[in-house]
């Protein structure tokens, strides 16, 4: 079988066990960016983790396999591919306490930077927000059968992402960048038009 099939050449694709939808449809849209932050992850482990964090993104890229199916399929019942419940969550809720056991409390916002390592989870975390969003869109213009475990699933994946980087900066000895509130502005820093 060739890797094209030139099928999708007008902007199109087939659904799993359903029609062919435009390459921008909201279902397309939500799996593809569950398809993005897999790829993140992955470009993440290829960096380098340590073996515990290592271990459990390696085991969380499956899992969102496992829900690109599930948004990649209109009757996900019916062909058996909702492969994601509160079991899951629930690995990720106690991943996060552990994790951020061993933190220090957040006290004020930090940016997405530190180590390269810390930045790569950041990154992650953002496009797991923007899949977590374009699925909450799939479910409301479409009332798409998608399981509530899965909306669930990558909130707290995101929430997770964030610990993680945490985890990633303080394992390596490198300060959380803090936000700094930049200075408004006084009306007379600001110069007048020459008109």
Not at 7 to 22: E, N, Y
Not at 78 to 97: C, F, K, M, N, S
Not at 182 to 188: D, G, M, V, Y
């Amino acid at each position: 079988m060739k890797i094209y099939t030139k099928t999708g050449d007008m902007g199109s694709t087939g659904l799993f066990g359903g029609p062919r939808v435009s390459k921008d449809d909201d279902r397309i849209e939500a799996y593809g960016t569950v398809d993005e932050l897999n790829a993140a992850l992955g470009m993440t482990r290829a960096a380098g983790l340590p073996p515990d964090i290592e271990a459990l993104v390696s085991q969380i890229q499956s899992e969102l396999f496992s829900i690109g199916a599930e948004l990649a399929t209109p009757d996900p019942d019916a062909h058996q591919v909702r492969l994601i419940g509160l079991t899951h969550v629930g690995r990720l809720e106690r991943e996060i306490d552990a994790f951020e056991s061993t933190l220090e409390p957040l006290r004020h916002f930090i940016l997405p930077a530190g180590s390269a390592t810390a930045a790569s989870l950041h990154l992650a975390r953002a496009i797991c927000r923007r899949a977590e969003r374009r699925v909450v869109t799939l479910v409301r213009r479409h009332e798409a059968s998608v399981s509530e475990e899965v909306l669930v699933y990558l909130n707290r994946l995101g929430d997770l992402l964030f610990v993680l980087s945490r985890v990633a900066n303080a394992r390596e000895g490198i300060d959380e960048v803090k936000w700094v509130k930049p200075a408004a502005e006084l009306a007379s820093d600001v110069p007048l038009s020459s008109d």
